[in-house]
């Protein structure tokens, strides 16, 4: 069975302090995407990574950067955390690009409040 | 850019078929059409996809135009369980344009 998984379900952080959020696929998929969700603006792509030590901005990178040094685990990292990164952050895999069909499988998502 | 429309939100009563519509008006001949939910607290979850051909598995249907304009996710028989949002995505097997939008609030009603 496709897996997915979330370091924590949730997570409180202080102000100012880095935050690591890792994922872990077991389904030897090349594409993995970093995701935020928040009420009103559905989810909001911050980065995703197609092979290993490759990474591509989404739509809101801005204060986040990513790790991706084994093919199986996508970091995402809050380097200075702050409230406004408070938010359910969202982990997927994906197989190769061309790849018929394309695929996005999902983590249960990590619940992070910054205070 | 393909871009999809859903209604907000809809009702259904516990048994009954559920039929969720889709806009995709604009979308390319190379664009598959995803259909995906989101149960409350959790990760979005694939439900179907198709391309052309109406596809049906063991969770639901796809109906498509014949135009590929539209579609409707069929769920035939829903329980309180398929309460959630439904999100339709119209994107290539490249993943471009694969964007979730709000989708549509199923409640599934006792």
């Known amino acids: 069975d496709v897996k997915v998984t979330q370091s924590s379900r949730y997570l409180v952080k202080r102000t100012g302090e880095k935050v690591f959020l890792e994922c872990v696929q077991d389904?030897?998929?090349?594409?993995m995407f970093w995701y935020r969700q928040d009420p009103g603006l559905g989810l909001r792509l911050i980065y995703f990574?197609?092979?290993?030590?490759?990474?591509e901005k989404g739509d809101i990178p801005e204060g986040y950067s990513v790790s991706r040094e084994k093919k199986e685990r996508f970091s995402l990292i809050l380097e200075s955390a702050s409230t406004n990164q408070t938010s359910m952050y969202l982990c997927a895999s994906s197989p190769s690009k061309g790849v018929s069909p394309y695929e996005q499988y999902f983590g249960p998502g990590t619940r992070l409040t910054v205070t | 850019d393909a871009k999809t429309t859903q209604p907000p939100s809809m009702d259904c009563a516990e048994g009954r078929a559920a039929n969720l519509p889709c806009n995709h008006s604009t979308i390319s001949g190379n664009e598959y059409v995803y259909w995906y939910r989101q149960i409350h607290s959790q990760g979005p979850q694939y439900i179907i996809h198709g391309l052309k051909n109406n596809e049906t598995n063991e969770m639901a249907s796809l109906i498509i135009t014949e135009d590929r304009k539209s579609s409707t996710l069929i769920l035939p028989h829903a329980t309180l369980r398929d309460t959630a949002v439904y999100y339709c995505?119209?994107?290539?097997?490249?993943?471009?344009?694969?964007?979730f939008g709000p989708g549509t609030r199923l409640s599934v009603l006792p």
């Open positions: 389904m030897d998929h090349e594409n």
């Open positions: 990574s197609y092979d290993v030590k490759m990474k």
């Open positions: 995505i119209a994107a290539d097997n490249y993943g471009q344009n694969f964007v």
